[in-house]
Structure formats: structure tokens, C-alpha cells
């Protein structure tokens, strides 16, 4: 039940989990709820093929409608726009025509809230930036590294990306590089782009359990098997090593290859495929350590900081991460976190075996990484947030008070 003296927030984005269950983008649903008790928070994401109902009180899920079927839909909430911008001509058509609906459904929910607020700078802030051109609604831009990709590879893009500034009251970004990045396709972001990274649920809840000192040990990867989270260069650094196991959680367009790969290199690989949070949980509390060799990509693509490093320091679990994106604003190589050379598969193996042969000094780190991300939690991140929204509320063309007292009057 929407309580009237809480701003109303429209969250646009492209990307939501299916249903409670699932972990796809699960960062954007628990930054929902970190800001539901200061706004009646209003969600808007893509169709998709498999929808699960969501019984909540703390937000509202809508799904936008479209006129084309969600199989034949390139717009959907699993949708790559890196991979739409090289598909043929009737599948960018076909995205136009989603798209469109999406900004129609997204305006009407628009004018009966206050503050608008975008996942990924496109689509969702290209949209939400024309709303607030429209409307007057304050719009609020948040940027976690495929769009700016995107951006960057598009006939237009340094256009748009100036578009969404224009139009935003502020421009978040989740990592100082991509803060960089977004400056360099467009200087005036400078002035208007600050960097709040995403949040994690720090709770003894999910505090793993101490360090095993069994044998094999256990190595842990989370994440979409595609180019980009680097899973070949982990697979290379333990060729052959006979007492390390290696899970696998997440799926993707890869799999096939990996798997044959990992057999080629003698890797003792178990793939999870898709895995839900308590599953998530669950192998984060057995894990030795958890490995994240994202790369940065030829076109310049890299991530923002993957959310699974900071799910892996909350458990007390040491961490092993490459020196690419948010990912070395994050650890402190050596006291919170081990950083090596993205690529580098020999430097990845030395840290790995230096590691795993010395208990005392994985939880020693594993237990700094877990001090190191209080000021990760939700609780501090969605306070971020809320700040930056009340601004926009009173700073708007519009302000919220200003819409208050028409309504009232």
C-alpha cells in the first residue's frame, strides 16, 4: 500500500531477476529495497520469457508490455546490447519497436512519480533522460559498464551519452575508471558524475565458516561463462594441478567450450550451471578462496566491479581478482585481497599456490576483506543514494514540494 508522504521512485532498467529466486542482476533488486524506506520505489524492467510473481511490499515489479512476442523480442531482460549492436538489420528493427514501448509504458508510470531513476545509461537513461526533458521529473542516472561500451562503439553515441547528462541531475557511476571513461566520451559528465559503488548484505548470515584444512582444496568461479569474465585464464593457471577443485557457478554461451577445455588442461572442473542464492551461499561457506580473472576486452569493454567480489569478502573468503576495472578500487593487493595481471595466468598460479599453501595467511586476509567491506553493506550504500535522490527532488525544473502542493491545491 503506497504511503502518501513517501516520494514516489520510477526505477527503469534493463536487467531484473526472473523471480525471488534468482540471482540475474540481483544487485539491482537489492538496491530497491535498500531505498524502500524512503520511496515507494516503482520498477519497470523488460518482458521476459519465463516470469515468476513477486509477492512484495517494498517494491513494485511491472513489466512492460510489447508488441512483439518475447521470443522473437531482442529487448528482453536478458538482452546483451554489446552482442544487438552487431545483429542484422531486423533485429535492431525489432529492438526499436520493443524499445518504443518500453519509453510509452515508462512515461505514463513516470507522471505519477517524482524522481526517476536509470539502470545503464542505454537504454533505460536514454529513456529516462527524455522523460525528465518531458515531464520536468528530476532523473538520476546509474552506470555499471556495458553501456558505456556500447556508447562508445555506436555511430552517435558521444551524442546520446551527452543527451543523458544534460537531462540527469546526477550521473552515478560504480567505479572511478568508469567514471574516466564516461568523462572522456563526454566532458561535461565532470561535473555532474559521481562514483557510489553497489552494495552487498553484510549480516553474520552470511558469514562462511573458518578456513578447512582438508585436502583437495576448493576453488570457487561465479559468473556468466562469456568472453569477458576471463573463466579460460583461471582454467590455464591450474592445468594439472592435482589437489585443487574448481566449481563453476553460472551459465552461458561458453559452457561447451569451457568444459572441453578444462578436460584438455587435466582441470578438476565441476560446473554448477545457474545457481540461486542459498546455492550461492552454500558454496561460498565450502570454497577456499574465489577467483575473479575478469579481462578487458579489444574493443576496451570491462566490467564495473562485479558484485560476486563483494558477496565473496562478506563470507570472509579470500578473493583473487585481476587489476581490471573496479576491481583494484576494491582490494588493497595483499592486506584484503590478492591482485594479479589480467591475462597473466603464471602470476594468477603463484598466487593461487602461495595462497592455498598457507592457511594463517588466507584468513588473515580473508578476515581484512571482511572488516574491509562494512562500507559496502546496503545500509550505508542505499544512504548514498537516498541523498543524492532527495537532491533531485528539490532541485529539479519541477520540484517535488512543487508538485505536492499543485496536487493538493
Known amino acids: 500500500m503506497k504511503r502518501e508522504h513517501k516520494p514516489t521512485l520510477l526505477l527503469l532498467t534493463s536487467s531484473f531477476p526472473r523471480g525471488p529466486g534468482d540471482e540475474t542482476c540481483g544487485y539491482i533488486r537489492d538496491f530497491a529495497l535498500s531505498l524502500s524506506g524512503e520511496f515507494d520505489v516503482e520498477i519497470l524492467a523488460p518482458h521476459d520469457s519465463k516470469p515468476v510473481e513477486w509477492t512484495t511490499n517494498e517494491f513494485r515489479l511491472r513489466r512492460a508490455w510489447s508488441m512483439l512476442p518475447v521470443r522473437f523480442d531482442p529487448f528482453t531482460s536478458d538482452t546483451d546490447l554489446n552482442q544487438l549492436i552487431d545483429k542484422g538489420l531486423c533485429a535492431k528493427l525489432g529492438a526499436a519497436i520493443s524499445l518504443a514501448c518500453f519509453f510509452i509504458h515508462a512515461f505514463v508510470v513516470a507522471l505519477r512519480c517524482d524522481v526517476i531513476c536509470s539502470q545503464w545509461l542505454v537504454p533505460s537513461g536514454f529513456i529516462g533522460a527524455m522523460i525528465s526533458r518531458i515531464s520536468g521529473r528530476p532523473h538520476i542516472a546509474v552506470e555499471h559498464s556495458g553501456a558505456i561500451h556500447v556508447l562508445r562503439r555506436m555511430r552517435g553515441g558521444r ?31 565532470a561535473a555532474k558524475t559521481r562514483v557510489i559503488s553497489m552494495g552487498v548484505n553484510v549480516t553474520d548470515e552470511n558469514l562462511a565458516n573458518g578456513i578447512s584444512n582438508k585436502r583437495p582444496r576448493s576453488i ?190
Open 220 to 409: 570457487l568461479f561465479i559468473g556468466r561463462l562469456t568472453e569477458i569474465k576471463g573463466l579460460d585464464v583461471l582454467l590455464k593457471a591450474i592445468e594439472g594441478i592435482d589437489d585443487v577443485v574448481l566449481t563453476i557457478a553460472g551459465d552461458g554461451p561458453l559452457r561447451r567450450d569451457l568444459d572441453r577445455r578444462s578436460r584438455e588442461l587435466s582441470v578438476r572442473a565441476s560446473f554448477a550451471g545457474h545457481v540461486t542464492a542459498a546455492e550461492r551461499q552454500a558454496l561460498l561457506e565450502k570454497c577456499d578462496a574465489v577467483v575473479i580473472p575478469s579481462r578487458e576486452l579489444a574493443d576496451g569493454r570491462c566490467e564495473g566491479t562485479p558484485v560476486v567480489c563483494l558477496e565473496a569478502m562478506a563470507a570472509s573468503r579470500l578473493v583473487i581478482a585481476s587489476r581490471v576495472g573496479g576491481l583494484a578500487e576494491v582490494i588493497t593487493d595483499g592486506h584484503d585481497g590478492l591482485l594479479f595481471d589480467s591475462e597473466d595466468h603464471r602470476m594468477l598460479r603463484e598466487k593461487l599456490m602461495t595462497a592455498l599453501a598457507d592457511d594463517s595467511l588466507r584468513e588473515r586476509i580473508a578476515m581484512n576483506g571482511r572488516r574491509a567491506i562494512e562500507s559496502y553493506n546496503w545500509t550505508a550504500i542505499g544512504a548514498k543514494f537516498i541523498r543524492v535522490l532527495n537532491g533531485s527532488l528539490d532541485n529539479g525544473p519541477i520540484t517535488h514540494r512543487q508538485r505536492r502542493r499543485a496536487a493538493a491545491g
Open 159 to 189: 551524442g546520446i551519452v551527452r543527451f543523458i547528462v544534460a537531462n540527469s541531475f546526477q550521473v552515478i557511476t560504480v567505479s572511478s575508471d568508469l567514471k574516466h571513461k564516461l568523462v572522456a566520451l563526454c566532458a561535461e559528465a
